[in-house]
């Protein structure tokens, strides 16, 4: 049974830092990664990385300021979010895909419940 399960949403001030964490198990996916829902808006593709870890990508709205990282040894997938900007709450949601990795279809075929993230200003 494939479980993703994330970690270490929160509020926090504008030009502050967060790092999402989540575990994912129950199968071999070829990349996970992040989506993130804001308010009255679409979910939108946010990171994502590959099994190995040697492949990565970003929405250009978060390239340079979002950092994609994992553990394999730990089956973890982090997002480290710097210099937040109110624009950026939302609730940002771990998933994981098979076959073509999720930073070139944008999309993923398993999620996780989602952890909001409150950027005040």
């Known amino acids: 049974q494939v479980q993703l399960v994330e970690s270490g949403g929160g509020l926090v001030q504008a030009g502050g830092s967060l790092r999402l964490s989540c575990a994912a198990s129950?199968?071999?996916?070829?990349?996970v990664g992040w989506f993130r829902r804001a308010p009255g808006k679409a979910r939108e593709f946010v990171s994502g990385i590959s099994s190995s870890g040697g492949t990565t990508g970003y929405a250009d709205s978060v390239k340079g300021q979002f950092t994609i990282s994992r553990d394999n040894a730990k089956n973890a997938v982090y997002l480290q979010m710097d210099s937040l900007k109110v624009e950026d709450t939302a609730v940002y949601y771990c998933?994981?895909?098979?076959?073509?990795?999720?930073?070139?279809?944008?999309?993923?075929?398993?999620w996780g419940q989602g952890t909001q993230v409150t950027v005040s200003s």
């Open positions: 129950g199968r071999t996916f070829s990349s």
């Open positions: 998933a994981a895909k098979t076959g073509i990795y999720m930073m070139i279809t944008r999309s993923a075929e398993y």
